[in-house]
T-cell receptor
Framework: KQEVTQIPAALSVPEGENLVLNCSFT??????LQWFRQDPGKGLTSLLL?????REQTSGRLNASLDKSSGRSTLYIAASQPGDSATYLC?????????FGTGTSLTVIP | EPEVTQTPSHQVTQMGQEVILRCVPI?????FYWYRQILGQKVEFLVS????????KSEIFDDQFSVERPDGSNFTLKIRSTKLEDSAMYFC??????????????FGSGTRLTVV
């Protein structure tokens, strides 16, 4: 069974810092990997989607990488802002299901 | 941008009661999913639905759960006799036809179910 782990569980940084969130997964036979943002009590907002054949995707200040062979993905956030404070989830797609990590709770301090 | 819409946003129900959670997927999507997230835990897969039938379901999706697409637009999740442990955020998601392996899901904003 696919296990998805995210490290760290929580992260607190001052505004303006660059930061990296980590995601690892046990089964490398994935279709794609998706990073989501979740605000407290809210739904899932898709940030970036990386296909299994891709190495990275960029959107604005966000850059996600994928190393399928080692079962790892990173989400890089440049010049963090207080509005980036949220929980970040990674999810890997195998077959007809997504398997989610437990998330990294990010706090950006003004 | 097209959205997946879920109603209600929050539902409180008494243990043993039936609840129906509603979702309106994106109009040209044909694959539909329900996930749930118990407070503080991972988002978990419940069921996938295609061509008016369940294509896959998890161990969580037991006989007290059912899904249907009653009118070609709504996609519903019914819990027949709710238990305290059914309290969770329930997410609906959909994906366009022909893109299943290449695109991510679009998720709704969720229904928070509280069983008392």
């Amino acid at each position: 069974k696919q296990e998805v782990t995210q490290i760290p569980a929580a992260l607190s940084v001052p505004e303006g810092e660059n930061l990296v969130l980590n995601c690892s997964f046990t089964d490398s036979a994935i279709y794609n990997l998706q990073w989501f943002r979740q605000d407290p009590g809210k739904g899932l907002t898709s940030l970036l989607l990386i296909q299994s054949s891709q190495r990275e995707q960029t959107s604005g200040r966000l850059n996600a990488s994928l190393d399928k062979s080692s079962g790892r993905s990173t989400l890089y956030i440049a010049a963090s802002q207080p509005g980036d404070s949220a929980t970040y989830l990674c999810a890997v797609r195998i077959g007809n299901q997504f398997y989610f990590g437990t998330g990294t709770s990010l706090t950006v301090i003004p | 941008e097209p959205e997946v819409t879920q109603t209600p946003s929050h539902q409180v129900t008494q243990m043993g009661q039936e609840v129906i959670l509603r979702c309106v997927p994106i109009s040209n999507h044909l694959y539909f999913y329900w996930y749930r997230q118990i407070l503080g835990q991972k988002v978990e897969f419940l069921v996938s639905f295609y061509n008016n039938e369940i294509s896959e379901k998890s161990e969580i999706f037991d006989d007290q759960f059912s899904v249907e697409r009653p009118d070609g637009s709504n996609f519903t999740l019914k819990i027949r006799s709710t238990k305290l442990e059914d309290s969770a955020m329930y997410f609906c998601a959909s994906i366009a036809p022909g893109t299943e392996s290449h695109y991510g899901y679009t998720f709704g904003s969720g229904t928070r179910l509280t069983v008392v």
